[in-house]
């Protein structure tokens, strides 16, 4: 953190981000709602719960971004072609993180009844529009999937380029602690 300043620097709130939205990205990959609903209402609160952390953590990402673009650059291992598919990776998801966040906004404004971000935060004024909820629906799980797919090209990406090229790509967005392993 900056002396004297209760805001960390950017690399440290971006490897916060890292660590809050990759298990919850895993979290909303395999668990749906229809398991939750299955499990019990403390469980559908919880995966609200769990909605509205990504969701933040996906708002403020992207504002971040919108603001003062990348923080990353590729490196000086990468090839040209590499360095335009880091580029492109990262735009994508960050805009996905976005795109997903404002998705799961029109569900809550084309429901037929009021819908809460983790029982604390109204999602949108509900309209009552059956077809276009259902639409909006199957927009948001495409999206997501997609994002999730996104996801995992990133992971591999970053591994390979750890592994393979040895330009610990991987410490960037590890903890201090963690870097005795990588």
Known sequence: MKPGNLIPRRRTALKLMHFIVLPLAVWFTLVQP???????????????????????????????????????RPGPKLGPRLKVVHRVLHHALVWGLFLVAVSGFFIGLTASRQLWAGDIVPIAVPLGMPEANRIVGTIHSIEFYLLAALIAAHAAFHIWRHVVLGDNALRIVAPKFLHRFL
Do not use: K
Not at 46 to 61: C, M, P, R, Y
């Open 34 to 72: 229809r398991d939750v609903t299955a499990w019990g209402p403390g469980f559908v609160r919880l995966h609200s719960v769990f909605g509205l952390i990504f969701v933040t953590a996906a708002l403020i990402w992207s504002a971040d971004y919108f603001r003062r673009g990348l923080i990353g």
